[in-house]
Every structure is written in C-alpha cells, then in structure tokens.
Nanobody, 125 residues
Framework: VQLQASGGGLVQAGGSLRLSCVIS????????VAWFRQAPGMDRNFVAA????????YYADSVKGRFTISRDNAWNTVYLQMNSLGPEDMAVYYC???????????????????WGQGTLVTVSS
C-alpha cells in the first residue's frame, strides 16, 4: 500500500492550497483516511479525517470552517482544501489510511497503518 501526498507549496497568508493523497494497493481497502500535520519542532497533530464506512468527517478545531476534506468518486484520492491559510498552518502535511479505524479513534495517529511521505506547506506573512 502506498500513499502519495502532493500539493504543498508556498502561499501568502490568506491564500489557499489543495492537497491530494493518492492511495494505491490492489488488496487494500481503507476504512478511514486522515490528514495530520507537523510544524517544525512540534508534535504531529490531527487535522481532518474522512470515514469511508460511515461517511463521517471530523476536523480539528483549529481548522474548522477553513479546511475541507473530500474524496473522489473512485475512492482512491483524498483531498484537503485549505483556505484562509495563516502562519499557524505552516507544517509538513501527512496523509494516512487505516483499514479498521473506529469512529472514536479517527484523530489518533496510532489508528492508521499507512502513511504518505508528507508535503510541505509554507505560509508567508
């Protein structure tokens, strides 16, 4: 199973970016996909998650109303639309997938078995 994250880059404060995460693997069927981020010198934190099974979507409080997680109809690409970006959003963003993630664990890194390589988002003020 491979996850390929892309779409990061440099953006001015107040701008937008859309991250993509392509999931491949012939026999893999994920139950949930999530985005996490890690700022320099900080722990990796939950950003957003999409549960395939229940169609539930969850966001960290810090991104609610600004970020939107979505998927394509083929169920193999997950997007993170990020609007109104600020310096606090600058981080390496990782996508993750899990095959048996329960709702109460959607924000937990340990629930996800597979991780992408990360894509860097830089916000200039």
């Amino acid at each position: 199973v491979q996850l390929q994250a892309s779409g990061g880059g440099l953006v001015q404060a107040g701008g937008s970016l859309r991250l993509s995460c392509v999931i491949s693997g012939r026999t893999f069927r994920s139950s949930a996909v999530a985005w996490f981020r890690q700022a320099p010198g900080m722990d990796r934190n939950f950003v957003a998650a999409f549960s395939w099974t229940g169609g539930n979507i969850y966001y960290a409080d810090s991104v609610k109303g600004r970020f939107t997680i979505s998927r394509d109809n083929a169920w193999n690409t997950v997007y993170l639309q990020m609007n109104s970006l600020g310096p606090e959003d600058m981080a390496v963003y990782y996508c993750a997938a899990g095959s048996s993630v329960i709702t109460s664990n959607l924000a937990s890194q340990s629930a996800y078995q597979y991780w992408g390589q990360g894509t860097l988002v830089t916000v200039s003020s």
